[in-house]
């Protein structure tokens, strides 16, 4: 498996289609706690399973195991914790979790990407997520990530 990660904001649909396209995406794991916001535009939900499904014949799955606690990403937001504290929560929380052991890796084919709404990967829990996921998974499981 190879696992991509990618974000919204910033993008226009049709790059954000075009990068998923060349990628040959099988699924996309939405990770956002909440994928109903009118500001998402056309990644909102029931759209983005619609475009995708309709342009890409890309799946889709909302995979709330890997969303972020909403007050940690509101403390984040509001600078009230660092990064780094912010990183340690939330990979504290995927252990809690136990989302390695509780995804359904199967429903997501051999290249899924990681999706959330952040323009680049540095700062957001998607690379966090795909790091911990190729942390856990091994390199059998996952033999490389890639940010879009």
Known sequence: MEI???G???STAERFFQRIA???IT???DTRLNNVSQL???SKYPDLPYFLR???ETKYIHELLLAPEKDALKAYRAKSVTWGEYERQYVALLERRRASERIDRSAWGSRPLLLCSEPTAARCHRRLAADY???AWGVAGVARIEHL
Request: no cysteine; net charge neutral; charged share 10%.
């Open 4 to 6: 991509f990660s990618a």
């Open 133 to 135: 996921l190729a942390a």
């Open 22 to 24: 060349r990628a040959d």
């Open 54 to 56: 309709t342009i890409t």
């Open 27 to 29: 699924t996309v794991v």
């Open 8 to 10: 919204t904001s910033g």
């Open 40 to 42: 998402a535009g056309f």
